[in-house]
């Protein structure tokens, strides 16, 4: 049952964070507008398909900013009561230092639960509208996917390469399907200049078209200057957006993972780097809640500004850590899981050492 310092407590703590993400996120939309309106003029971005963007980018701001947002919050508002000798109050009345932070763990529970439904199903689909704007208007000409020498397995028995893919003619050139049969043995193959999505009749249309197949130990050639048939896979699974993850929920997520390791998707740790790191941040909502009472709650010569430079400060370091271990798991190999795991456990033990100094 919560007592009234709880209460008192964990209402300046929720009131506190969302006044700041308040604040900070429409700071975020006018400085991306203010970079952005010359290229949204330039390229004749329609005023509904631009609100729309903003719209997904809110979300998807709030979701980058919202651990960071929340530390600095907490130290804000608790340095504050340190300020105003209101802690030193509290605990001179008998209450431990341990039992005056339950109201931060249970806000903190409360903001973990908001980053996981938030991070798991919210922002997935606002990061579709995001990115499409994105590609669309602001980085045009750039590639969001690989569209050279792209090798896919679509299972234990067939293989599938181009040479290259244009995701807008959805045609991809140099087209080769293998298929093995139960001993591992080259069943069929099939050969093609390009290889086309036509929409309107949901087929495969293939240029310049060859099977090779082994019969009686004889191959058997069988070629059409073009052939129009179905496949199993879809056109896009040649070559994925790269912010293919972003977009997915957490039950997809794992579905798409489970699919690109059976193809052995050179680029799976990508994927599975935004998996953990949509699991780590409800944690790192504990771990900078600890940090930040630890760090404000004891009263200094300088004041609130010391206490918010020291956070500060701590913030950027643990985004450094975040962006330097998330940069080695998908360009060297590095664990994925262990990625996101070294800075959440070395500010844990930071977290736990301030708190006991804060204590004493």
């Not at 506190?16 to 975020?28: A, W």
């Not at 050139?173 to 949901?202: C, M, P, V």
């Amino acid at each position: 049952m919560l007592t009234i310092l709880d209460k008192y407590i964990l209402k300046r703590y929720l009131v506190t964070f969302i006044g700041i993400l308040l604040l900070f996120i429409p700071i975020g939309i006018m400085i991306s507008l203010a970079e952005k309106i010359g290229k949204i003029i330039d390229n004749e971005a329609p005023l509904g398909e631009t609100i729309e963007f903003y719209a997904n980018f809110s979300l998807v701001l709030g979701n980058i900013l919202m651990p960071i947002l929340l530390f600095l919050s907490i130290i804000f508002f608790t340095a504050k009561l340190a300020s105003n000798t209101e802690i030193i109050a509290i605990l001179s009345s008998g209450i431990s230092y341990w039992r005056f932070l339950r109201p931060y763990m249970i806000g903190a529970g409360i903001v973990a639960v908001l980053i996981f439904v938030m991070g798991q199903f919210i922002v997935p689909h606002a990061s579709i509208g995001f990115n499409e704007f994105e590609y669309k208007y602001f980085k045009k000409g750039r590639q969001n996917r690989q569209t050279t020498n792209i090798f896919n397995q679509l299972n234990e028995r067939d293989f599938i390469y181009v040479s290259s893919f244009d995701p807008d003619r959805q045609i991809g050139y140099n087209f080769t399907y293998e298929h093995f049969d139960e001993n591992e043995q080259l069943s069929y193959k099939i050969g093609a200049a390009n290889i086309r999505w036509i929409e309107k009749d949901s087929i495969y249309r293939l240029t310049s078209y060859a099977k090779r197949k082994m019969k009686d130990g004889f191959e058997v050639v069988e070629k059409k200057r073009r052939l129009d048939t179905l496949f199993s896979f879809q056109i896009n699974d040649l070559a994925p957006v790269s912010y293919i993850a972003d977009t997915k929920n957490l039950f997809e997520l794992n579905d798409f993972i489970k699919d690109q390791r059976r193809k052995g998707a050179s680029n799976i740790n990508t994927y599975v780097l935004v998996k953990y790191k949509r699991w780590a941040l409800p944690i790192a909502a504990f771990i900078l809640t600890i940090i930040a009472v630890a760090v404000s709650s004891v009263k200094r010569r300088g004041g609130m500004g010391y206490s918010l430079l020291l956070g500060i400060a701590l913030g950027l370091v643990y985004i450094f850590f975040d962006r330097i271990f998330g940069t080695m798991a998908e360009q060297s190999g590095f664990s994925p899981i262990l990625a996101v795991t070294i800075p959440n456990v070395i500010f844990g033990v930071l977290g736990i050492y301030l708190l006991q100094k804060a204590k004493r």
